[in-house]
């Protein structure tokens, strides 16, 4: 992929040369690209909302209007910061979107078509119509951007209209028991928050736990909720509550017809249906959003490694071990996240246990138990885990290290835990719904699975035990993956990359031609770049469920079988509903529903192929 995005960039280079194809989106520089009166007839609807922004790193490139060589080395050292790409309206956060291109360093190249032409700097429904009416109209491509948190890439396109949507920004709870259903008049019963689509979860925590409240919401307090709604959205709380769209009880947005509509069980119930779970910057662009809130709840947040040293001779065989018993530490009511560590310094310290500098392997959480401030509650849900490490065949050599802190309220949780994901560089994501059969049906193809993830420190494998039994019993209709009904938890490993480092991708043909012979016999198309290294190393672990696929939010751009993995047996008829709300197209994006009919060329041009 590195390869192709390099393509990619040079071909923007000469896109003043370019000529349309006769069934292509419109691209800056072609002649079907709106005029210049056109343009300005927005900006005057939008009352000046329409912005056409240089890319943040030119500042840094001696060639570009908006060179400033004093605030250059701000923007070196903010740019691998969360923060600062959410709060520009064209930047995303991994580099590898925008080919490239405008990297905050004088020797990158700077062109700015590796990013949107034109951005809607939207604060209200109003803004978005006008918006997707215009690019509709005008056949400019359209993206929806709200913080740029997307490892697929769709809040980004070269040459494309963008919705920046970081400022539709409101909060109203609805404490009193009952909410009323637009259209229908309906009440539904239960404590509820309307928030704005741009509006960010720690917002929204911040304003609900001044009323004993709390919802299901990301980890990371700077996820803007439309995104995280689109995909399902897993939380620390979904254990006992569900995901995000099981709790999501009515939306608003506007269409790609440019309707502005509400939805929810009682009116527009299709599209209700596709908009919780069948992904972001598809179906419309959606504006506001009424969640299921719930009592704030007290917690043990507890850090803790079950390892033994990393030179022992069964270093490699604990962590399956383990790890076939996290299903029922999760029954019993373990929430947070646990990952594989191999060969590292131990992550828990505990006076008076230390492993006397030695590295360790094994098990790495950060849990919580909900609903108690009592320590000895880890104790217990860590029970089979603690079990575990106990057995004989580790004759006292594996151990356990703990740390509890008691927490009042969720949000004061997140606070102590969370910590911010930096940007800025070159990122793929794969993941991997898990059962309980993929934990413990075969502990040594789990063993197996494990190592391949592992091997060569290339990566780390992290169970999210973000589901069990509050995701596995919802009953309401949605189109989130059905795998997520059987799912204990989520399985994911990451690997960076640098831009335009020849070595990378040699490192990864060594690597590729020496430990992964095994791998890419699997896959024999295989070739050496980054994406198809990340794409033979998860291949075991789809093996492991082969019926119960992935999360789109922290999916594989290339992931086989994308359709199967991210929406299983939904995706018929979230294809259907696309055509139907979508014919022309005017939202698109990939991988995503509907996504067949157009391909994006390698000088950035989106044209119809079907």
Same mark, same amino acid.
């Given at each position: 992929?590195? *390869?192709?995005?390099?393509?990619?960039?040079?071909?923007?280079?000469?896109?003043?040369?370019?000529?349309?194809?006769?069934?292509?989106?419109?691209?800056?520089? +072609?002649?079907?690209?709106?005029?210049?009166?056109?343009?300005?007839?927005?900006?005057?609807?939008?009352?000046?909302?329409?912005?056409?922004?240089?890319?943040? =790193?030119?500042?840094?490139?001696?060639?570009?209007?908006?060179?400033?060589?004093?605030?250059?080395?701000?923007?070196?050292?903010?740019?691998?910061?969360?923060? %600062?790409? &959410?709060?520009?309206?064209?930047?995303?956060?991994?580099?590898?979107?925008?080919?490239?291109?405008?990297?905050?360093?004088?020797?990158?190249?700077? /062109?700015?078509?590796?990013?949107? !032409?034109?951005?809607?700097?939207?604060?209200? /429904?109003?803004?978005?119509?006008?918006?997707?009416?215009?690019?509709?109209?005008?056949?400019?491509?359209?993206?929806?951007?709200? /913080?740029?948190?997307?490892?697929?890439?769709?809040?980004?396109?070269?040459?494309?209209?963008?919705?920046?949507?970081?400022?539709?920004?409101?909060?109203?709870?609805?404490?009193?028991?009952?909410?009323? #259903?637009?259209?229908?008049?309906?009440?539904?019963?239960?404590?509820?928050? /309307?928030?704005?689509?741009?509006?960010?979860?720690?917002?929204?925590?911040?304003?609900?736990?001044?009323?004993?409240?709390?919802?299901?919401?990301?980890?990371?307090?700077? @996820?803007?909720?439309?995104? %995280?709604?689109?995909?399902?959205?897993?939380?620390?709380?979904?254990?006992?509550?569900?995901?995000?769209?099981?709790?999501?009880?009515?939306?608003?947005?506007?269409?790609?017809?440019?309707?502005?509509?509400?939805?929810?069980?009682?009116?527009?119930? +299709?599209?209700?249906?596709?908009?919780?779970?069948? =992904?972001?910057?598809?179906?419309?662009?959606?504006?506001?959003?009424?969640?299921?809130?719930?009592?704030?709840?007290?917690?043990?947040?507890?850090?803790?490694? &079950?390892?033994?040293?990393?030179?022992?001779?069964?270093?490699?065989?604990? !962590?399956?071990?383990?790890?076939?018993?996290?299903?029922?530490?999760?029954? !019993?009511?373990?929430?947070?996240?646990?990952? @594989?560590?191999?060969?590292?310094?131990?992550?828990?310290?505990?006076?008076?246990?230390?492993?006397?500098?030695?590295?360790?392997?094994?098990?790495?959480?950060?849990?919580?138990?909900?609903?108690?401030?009592?320590?000895?509650?880890?104790?217990?849900?860590?029970?089979?885990?603690?079990?575990?490490?106990?057995?004989?065949?580790?004759?006292?050599?594996?151990?356990?290290?703990?740390?509890?802190? $008691?927490?009042?309220?969720?949000?004061?949780?997140?606070?102590?835990?969370?910590?911010?994901?930096?940007?800025?560089?070159?990122?793929?994501?794969?993941?991997?719904?898990?059962?309980?059969?993929?934990?413990?049906?075969?502990?040594?193809?789990? &063993?197996?699975?494990?190592?391949?993830?592992?091997?060569?420190?290339?990566?780390?494998?992290?169970?999210?035990?973000?589901?069990?039994?509050? @995701?596995?019993?919802?009953?309401?209709?949605?189109?989130?993956? $059905?795998?997520?009904?059987?799912?204990?938890?989520?399985?994911? *490993?990451?690997? *960076?990359?640098?831009?335009? +480092?020849?070595?990378?991708?040699? +490192?990864?043909?060594?690597?590729?031609?020496?430990?992964?012979?095994?791998?890419?016999?699997?896959?024999?198309?295989?070739?050496?770049?980054?994406?198809? %290294?990340?794409?033979?190393?998860?291949?075991?672990?789809?093996?492991?469920?082969?019926?119960?696929?992935?999360?789109?939010?922290?999916?594989?751009?290339?992931?086989?079988?994308?359709?199967?993995?991210?929406?299983?047996?939904?995706?018929?008829?979230?294809?259907?509903?696309?055509?139907?709300?979508?014919?022309?197209?005017? #939202?698109?994006?990939?991988?995503?529903?509907?996504?067949?009919?157009?391909?994006?060329?390698?000088?950035?041009?989106?044209?119809?192929?079907?």
């Amino acid at each position: 992929m590195a *390869t192709t995005l390099l393509a990619l960039f040079l071909c923007l280079s000469t896109l003043a040369t370019a000529r349309p194809g006769p069934h292509c989106k419109a691209f800056p520089g +072609d002649s079907n690209w709106p005029s210049r009166e056109a343009w300005n007839g927005l900006q005057g609807t939008l009352q000046g909302r329409l912005l056409s922004p240089a890319p943040p =790193g030119a500042v840094c490139h001696g060639d570009k209007p908006t060179y400033d060589p004093a605030q250059c080395p701000n923007v070196q050292r903010l740019w691998t910061s969360f923060e %600062f790409h &959410a709060q520009n309206p064209l930047s995303v956060l991994w580099n590898m979107w925008t080919g490239f291109d405008c990297l905050p360093d004088p020797k990158a190249p700077c /062109t700015g078509r590796g990013y949107p !032409a034109y951005v809607v700097n939207a604060s209200e /429904t109003a803004h978005v119509k006008l918006a997707v009416d215009f690019a509709r109209k005008h056949k400019v491509r359209l993206v929806v951007k709200n /913080t740029g948190y997307d490892f697929l890439g769709r809040s980004t396109a070269p040459g494309a209209l963008s919705i920046w949507t970081l400022h539709i920004k409101s909060i109203q709870v609805h404490p009193n028991g009952q909410f009323k #259903l637009g259209g229908s008049g309906r009440t539904v019963r239960g404590n509820a928050v /309307t928030v704005g689509a741009g509006t960010l979860a720690i917002d929204i925590y911040r304003a609900l736990d001044r009323h004993g409240l709390t919802f299901i919401g990301p980890m990371g307090p700077t @996820v803007g909720i439309a995104g %995280f709604l689109s995909s399902g959205g897993h939380s620390n709380l979904s254990g006992k509550y569900g995901l995000g769209a099981d709790n999501v009880l009515e939306m608003e947005l506007v269409t790609p017809k440019g309707e502005v509509v509400v939805v929810n069980e009682d009116v527009h119930r +299709d599209l209700f249906w596709a908009l919780r779970g069948g =992904g972001g910057s598809t179906f419309g662009v959606v504006t506001r959003i009424t969640m299921r809130t719930y009592p704030t709840p007290k917690l043990v947040g507890f850090h803790w490694v &079950a390892g033994i040293a990393a030179q022992d001779g069964q270093a490699s065989d604990l !962590a399956p071990h383990l790890m076939s018993k996290m299903p029922d530490a999760i029954d !019993a009511g373990l929430l947070g996240w646990t990952a @594989v560590i191999d060969n590292v310094p131990n992550p828990v310290s505990v006076p008076g246990q230390d492993m006397s500098g030695q590295n360790v392997s094994g098990i790495y959480g950060v849990n919580a138990v909900m609903d108690t401030n009592d320590p000895a509650e880890a104790h217990r849900v860590l029970k089979p885990i603690v079990d575990a490490v106990k057995a004989s065949r580790w004759n006292g050599r594996a151990r356990l290290w703990l740390t509890t802190t $008691p927490y009042p309220s969720y949000i004061a949780y997140v606070n102590g835990v969370y910590s911010p994901r930096p940007g800025g560089y070159g990122w793929y994501e794969v993941s991997r719904i898990m059962d309980r059969k993929a934990f413990s049906g075969d502990t040594e193809r789990l &063993a197996r699975a494990l190592h391949a993830v592992r091997s060569n420190n290339r990566g780390n494998m992290f169970a999210m035990t973000l589901a069990g039994k509050g @995701v596995q019993d919802v009953k309401l209709p949605n189109s989130v993956n $059905p795998g997520w009904r059987a799912a204990y938890a989520l399985g994911m *490993t990451s690997l *960076t990359f640098k831009p335009f +480092d020849p070595k990378a991708e040699t +490192d990864a043909r060594q690597f590729l031609d020496s430990a992964w012979q095994p791998m890419r016999d699997l896959t024999p198309e295989l070739g050496s770049n980054i994406d198809e %290294f990340l794409d033979s190393v998860w291949q075991p672990m789809r093996d492991l469920t082969p019926e119960l696929g992935s999360n789109i939010d922290e999916g594989f751009p290339y992931e086989k079988n994308w359709r199967q993995a991210f929406w299983g047996n939904n995706y018929a008829r979230l294809l259907l509903i696309k055509r139907r709300v979508d014919p022309d197209d005017v #939202l698109w994006c990939s991988p995503c529903v509907g996504n067949e009919r157009w391909r994006q060329s390698q000088d950035g041009h989106l044209c119809r192929i079907r």
